[in-house]
């Protein structure tokens, strides 16, 4: 516990840490880009005017900042340090979480072996999900499809007691119609809620894409551009790719960066992953064929409800809705084949 206590806290610094990354580069790289701009402004009009003189070291010192501009732009988006403020929140979010389960763990008496291996994957399965490490380990970036974020150890198989199969004592909350109501909920989430997320994260992850490569580009452009000012035969176009392009790329810049679309596609990927927990959670309830070994019923509809943000009867309502959907297309389908 103290040493989840410690991880939670090393988290919160270093996303603090990184989102001031994020703030910093953002102002330095649109500082230098505008001045870039304004000073290749000022060498064209010198080079229009006849002034010779101050058009070398103008060129030199605008063409060195975009050049600098652009090493700037590929090293932010490489790393993407907005989307790393929110994997560390997400990591001090999902470490206190397990924090609190080993308090009720030690409050109710008796901790086992297993109750601290279990606690042990789980901070295990964080790290692997949200490492700090830059270097080696850092999460794929732009990955070539989006999945959702996985932060849980894989469930221990359960084995039965064999003294134990074929006694039913109770029904531990559990009856047909709340299986039922479990399944459809399932389906839900897989049919609806994490295909959206999982959507959505694709989007933003192409915008990210094309920002990303975008930004760059510009400022390279500009940087040449800048290097001709003054040519007399590519003076005219030079200046206006050195002043236009400059601007542009702090445009694409700000809205990459500002707009904090990293984040963006790592919120939407987080959400699907709680979805999928929730699918994995009560996938494997209705899975235990043992009553006795699931999870107590009334209680488990009523933490699947409050992590969707329903009522018990808004839940109960989703299932029956999905239900009837169901029942209409399989309808629809026999009058159709």
Not at 246 to 270: D, K
Request: net charge neutral; hydrophobic share 45%.
């Amino acid at each position: 516990m103290e040493a989840v206590a410690d991880r939670v806290e090393m988290h919160r610094n270093i996303g603090e840490q990184r989102n001031n990354w994020n703030c910093l580069f953002l102002t330095s790289i649109n500082t230098i880009t505008l001045s870039a701009a304004t000073i290749a402004g000022i060498a064209a009009t010198s080079a229009v005017g006849g002034l010779r003189s101050p058009i070398l070291s103008l060129k030199l010192a605008s063409t060195l900042m975009y050049l600098t501009a652009t090493g700037m732009l590929i090293i932010m988006n490489k790393i993407q340090p907005s989307q790393l403020a929110e994997e560390q929140r997400n990591a001090a979010r999902l470490l206190k979480q397990i924090h609190g389960e080993i308090e009720t763990i030690i409050s109710c008496g008796n901790p086992t072996v297993s109750d601290v291996n279990e606690a042990m994957e789980k901070v295990l399965a964080v790290d692997r999900a949200y490492p700090l490490p830059l270097l080696g380990v850092m999460l794929e970036r732009f990955p070539s499809m989006v999945e959702p974020a996985v932060w849980w150890p894989q469930p221990r198989r359960r084995t039965a007691n064999s003294k134990e199969l074929g006694v039913k004592l109770d029904c531990n909350g559990w009856n047909r119609g709340l299986e039922e109501e479990m399944r459809e909920v399932v389906g839900v989430l897989k049919r609806k809620d994490k295909a959206d997320y999982l959507r959505l994260g694709g989007k933003a992850l192409k915008l990210n894409q094309i920002l990303a490569i975008t930004g760059p580009l510009l400022t390279g452009l500009a940087a040449v551009g800048t290097a001709f000012i003054g040519s007399p035969f590519h003076g005219s176009w030079a200046a206006g790719l050195g002043v236009v392009a400059g601007a542009l790329a702090s445009i694409v810049n700000t809205v990459e960066h500002g707009g904090q679309v990293g984040m963006v596609f790592e919120m939407y990927r987080s959400n699907a992953g709680f979805l999928k927990l929730m699918e994995e959670s009560i996938e494997s309830n209705l899975n235990e064929s043992e009553l006795g070994r699931r999870e107590n019923g009334e209680l488990f509809e009523m933490k699947v409800a409050l992590q969707l943000g329903r009522s018990l009867s808004e839940l109960r309502e989703l299932a029956a809705s999905s239900a009837r959907k169901g029942e209409m297309g399989e309808e629809f389908a026999s009058k159709l084949f």
